[in-house]
């Protein structure tokens, strides 16, 4: 009875802290001009959904991934749903390819985040700016996208250890704690 009572906490102060920082990044995300450096700013719901879903199983990452991505769309103004369905893909497909294929380090995850978020970032550029056809779509996406992904992949490694330390500290093993 206390080893599932002791589980249940551990469980509960896990994935309090992980929400903790999912509201500690919306708001880093959204501070106007918060380490902006021309037109680009670093995004940090997409690298903390990532980061869970490769300390967590698949199920649990894709679903913090839906919900960092409902986060991004709530706090952007986008159409609610778009960026939710992309991050929860790409937080699934990274949780099982790191645990079928990949061995994780700093550098591996920041190189994955930047992958996916420029992926992310080139789709929202293509279907918000080149589609409707906007004047200076190349200036900007230079001006923006790599920008962006580097200042955000370098900051995904601090986020990517908070990740890794709540996961290892509040870990279950067969029972105990």
């Known amino acids: 009875m206390e080893s599932r009572r002791k589980r249940r906490r551990s469980q509960l102060y896990k994935w309090g802290l992980y929400v903790l920082l ?9 501070i106007p001009g918060f380490l902006q450096f021309g037109q680009a700013k ?7 959904a990532l980061a869970v ?9 894709a679903l913090f991934g839906a919900v960092c991505g409902l986060m991004w769309d709530y706090t952007a103004g986008r159409t609610a749903g778009l960026l939710a369905l992309a991050l929860m893909g790409l937080s ?3 949780s099982v390819a790191s645990q079928l294929y990949l061995k994780l380090t700093s550098t591996n995850f920041a190189l994955l985040t930047a992958g996916a978020l420029w992926l992310v970032l080139s789709s929202d550029f293509l279907f918000y700016y080149a589609m409707p056809g906007y004047s200076n779509m190349l200036e900007r996406y230079i001006g923006y996208v790599p920008l962006t992904i580097g200042m955000s992949a370098l900051l995904s490694v601090l986020l990517y250890r908070a990740v890794s330390w709540a996961s290892e500290t509040f870990k279950i093993d067969n029972g105990v704690i």
């Open 42 to 48: 670093p995004v940090f719901l997409l690298p903390l």
């Open 22 to 30: 999912l509201l500690a990044c919306t708001v880093l995300q959204t």
């Open 92 to 94: 699934f497909g990274l």
């Open 53 to 61: 879903a490769v300390c967590e199983d698949e199920f649990s990452g």
